[in-house]
């Protein structure tokens, strides 16, 4: 079983939908929690940084954390084409270690 | 802030010669930086963690003598894919972090295709 489990998708909305993604994970010592966005043949870029337990809102998106369901999600408000893409969860126990990356979703988002 | 450069964005080389990557934290200095690679449509795999004056740890399964790591000064690290074979062909990505930053930071990749 893998430490972080993402659903690959693709996950197809119409414009200014709601996206709706999520990853869960099965080691507790995981404590610092990401969500990167990669276009195709470019480098990830990191959204949402959170730590704790809960909801974070930036702009149209919002990262929740639930540590004791070991569960997190990414949404993302009004969705656009432009927001099509792969989206990659990722989470670390302290800094400098490895980051473990979920497999990546991707999103359609179609005009 | 947090930029990460990475050089070359694309490179074709023919079977047998060796290929140099550069990664560099422009607007901070980087403690350590990460070298993955990935398969279309797969996610990241972490080739090997670098820190600043010591030699490269490598993941499992990762020849060391084929995918040279230098980590010589806090903004700079490089990837040298030596004796390349068409196997070699794929996307490799940087990253960088702060000292005491869980966040990590990527280049653009570097599109390598070995004739």
């Known amino acids: 079983q893998k430490e972080v489990e993402q659903d690959p998708g693709p996950l197809s909305v119409p414009e200014g939908a709601i996206v709706s993604l999520n990853c869960t994970y099965s080691?507790?010592?995981?404590?610092?929690f990401m969500w990167y966005r990669q276009y195709s043949r470019k480098g990830p870029e990191l959204l949402m940084y959170?730590?704790?337990?809960g909801n974070k809102e930036d702009g149209r998106f919002t990262a929740q954390v639930d540590k004791s369901s070991k569960y997190i999600s990414l949404f993302i408000r009004d969705s656009q084409p432009s927001d099509s893409a792969t989206y990659l969860c990722?989470?670390?126990?302290?800094?400098?270690?490895?980051?473990?990356f979920g497999g990546g979703t991707r999103v359609l988002v179609k005009p | 802030g947090a930029v990460v450069s990475q050089h070359p964005s694309w490179v074709i080389c023919k079977s047998g010669t060796s290929v140099k990557i550069e990664c560099r934290s422009l607007?901070?200095?980087?403690?350590?930086m990460f070298w993955y690679r990935q398969f279309p449509k797969q996610s990241l795999m972490l080739m090997a963690t670098?820190?600043?004056?010591?030699?490269?740890?490598?993941e499992q399964g990762v020849e060391k003598d084929k995918f040279l790591i230098n980590h010589a000064s806090l903004t700079l690290s490089t990837l040298t894919v030596t004796s390349a074979h068409p196997e070699d062909s794929s996307f490799y990505i940087c990253?960088?972090?702060?000292?005491?930053?869980?966040?990590?930071?990527f280049g653009s990749g570097t599109q390598l295709s070995v004739l």
């Open positions: 670098s820190n600043e004056g010591s030699k490269a740890t490598y």
């Open positions: 080691n507790s010592a995981f404590q610092y």
């Open positions: 990722a989470m670390i126990k302290a800094a400098g270690n490895k980051l473990t």
């Open positions: 959170t730590y704790s337990s």
């Open positions: 607007d901070f200095q980087a403690t350590t």
């Open positions: 990253s960088a972090t702060r000292t005491g930053d869980e966040k990590l930071f």
